[in-house]
Nanobody
C-alpha cells in the first residue's frame, strides 16, 4: 500500500501565500499521477491540481495562474504553492495519488490539512 502525509496548512490573510507538501511512502512504485483535492465547508471534494509522472500538469479553472503544483519523483514528494489566496480557497486540502495517468478516482488519500484564508 501507499501512505500519503500532508504538511503545510494554516491560516493566512487574503492575498497571502501558502505551500503544501505531500510525502508518499510504502509501495510508491505504484503511483502514477498525484494531485491535490480541496473540500470546502458544505461542498463536495474537488480536484485542484494534479501532476503526472511525465510532469504534465492540470489545474482547476479557479486556481490556474495562482497555484503551482510540482513533484520530486526521487524524493516521493509533491508540493502545491498557492499564491494570491482568496477566502474561497478555504477548505481541507487532501493529497491523492492514482495508479493511472488520469486522476479520476484516486487510489490513495492523505488525511488532509486545513487551509483557512481570512478576508
Amino acid at each position: 500500500q501507499v501512505q500519503l502525509v500532508e504538511t503545510g496548512g494554516g491560516l493566512v490573510q487574503a492575498g497571502g501565500t501558502l505551500r503544501l507538501s505531500c510525502t508518499a511512502s510504502g509501495n510508491t512504485f505504484l503511483i502514477n499521477t498525484m494531485g491535490w483535492y480541496r473540500q470546502a465547508p458544505g461542498k463536495e471534494r474537488e480536484l485542484v491540481a494534479d501532476i503526472a509522472l511525465d510532469g504534465d500538469q492540470n489545474y482547476a479553472d479557479d486556481v490556474r495562474g495562482r497555484f503551482t503544483v510540482s513533484r520530486d519523483i526521487g524524493k516521493n514528494t509533491m508540493n502545491l504553492r498557492m499564491n494570491n489566496l482568496k477566502p474561497e480557497d478555504t477548505g481541507v486540502y487532501y493529497c491523492a495519488a492514482t495508479r493511472t495517468v488520469v486522476m479520476v478516482s484516486p487510489d490513495y488519500w492523505g488525511q488532509g490539512t486545513q487551509v483557512t484564508v481570512s478576508s
